[in-house]
C-alpha cells in the first residue's frame, strides 16, 4: 500500500499537482483521512474535466492491450495532465498525448456538440433579458413621469390625482387598488363639472 501511494505522489509531482498525499494516514485505514482524500480527488477530477461524468468510460477496456497499444506508439512523448492537455489544446488524434484522449475522442465531440448547444441557449436568453429589461424600463419612466406630475401643487388635491397616486403607491400586487380609485372619483363629482366648464 506504501508503494502505491508513494508511485501516486511521483504522479502527482510529474504532472505538477501541489497535493502532499500524506501516506502514513492513509495507510492506517482511518475512514475519515481516507475519505478526506477521496473528496479531494473527486473535487481535482471535476475541475479538470469540468464536472462532467465520461459515460464512455470502461476501465477494462481502458487497461486492455488495444488501447495500450495506442498509447505505446507516442510513449516516448512527456506524459501531461489533462488540464495541460487541454489548455495546449493538443490534437486527440495524433497519438501521444494520453490514454484519455485516445480513447475517449468521440465523448469529446459529443460534450462540443452540447456545448455549442447551450451556448445558443445562452445567447437566446441573454437578448430576451436584454428585451425585457428595456420593456421594464420604459414602463418605469412612463410610471416616474406620471408620478411627477401627480406631484405637482396645482394638481395633487384633484381626485383624479389622488386616485392615480393611489394605483401607483398600492403595496400589494394581489389586491387591485383600482376599486378604490374609483370610488376617490365617483365621490367627487366637482371633477366633472370643472371639465365641462
Not at 477530477?45 to 497499444?69: F, L, T, W
Amino acid at each position: 500500500m506504501i508503494q502505491n501511494y508513494k508511485v501516486l505522489q511521483d504522479v502527482f509531482n510529474k504532472l505538477r499537482i501541489g497535493k502532499n498525499i500524506e501516506v502514513n494516514k492513509l495507510v492506517k485505514g482511518r475512514p475519515l483521512d481516507n475519505l478526506e482524500f477521496l473528496q479531494w480527488l473527486k473535487r481535482y477530477c471535476d475541475s479538470v474535466n469540468g464536472g462532467i461524468m465520461n459515460e464512455n468510460y470502461n476501465p477494462v477496456e481502458r487497461r486492455s492491450k488495444g488501447c495500450k497499444e495506442r498509447v505505446s506508439k507516442g510513449s516516448n512523448k512527456p506524459s501531461k495532465s489533462l488540464q495541460a492537455n487541454r489548455l495546449s489544446g493538443a490534437d486527440p488524434t495524433d497519438g501521444g498525448h494520453g490514454v484519455g484522449k485516445v480513447c475517449n475522442t468521440f465523448s469529446e465531440e459529443h460534450y462540443i456538440e452540447q456545448i455549442q448547444k447551450l451556448s445558443e441557449k445562452i445567447a437566446d436568453l441573454k437578448v430576451s433579458v436584454d428585451s425585457t429589461e428595456k420593456e421594464r424600463d420604459f414602463y418605469f419612466s412612463k410610471l416616474r413621469d406620471i408620478e411627477i406630475l401627480c406631484q405637482r401643487p396645482e394638481l395633487e388635491h384633484l381626485p383624479m390625482t389622488k386616485a392615480v397616486r393611489k394605483i401607483l403607491y398600492a403595496a400589494d400586487a394581489k389586491d387591485s387598488p383600482l376599486p378604490e380609485a374609483n370610488d376617490i372619483i365617483t365621490k367627487s363629482p366637482s371633477l366633472f363639472s370643472n371639465e365641462t366648464e
